[in-house]
């Protein structure tokens, strides 16, 4: 991934957790909530495909 890239993916996920954390209401839709966590799932697996081979994972320290 290029600088340029990195950056706008750090102030998305910035932006994500700003929405999130400015709501102190839990998520009432089930299928919503799934959904955003399913998501969440896959942008973890995917960040991690592309890290340097030399980093430790959170699964790989547990």
Do not use: W
Request: glycine letters at 0%.
């Amino acid at each position: 991934m290029t600088n340029q890239q990195n950056e706008e993916l750090i102030a998305i996920l910035n932006s994500a957790i700003s929405l999130v954390n400015s709501s102190s209401d839990a998520i009432s839709n089930r299928e919503k909530a799934e959904e955003i966590n399913k998501l969440s799932v896959q942008l973890r697996e995917a960040i991690q495909s592309k890290m340097p081979v030399t980093h430790k994972s959170f699964l790989d320290i547990n």
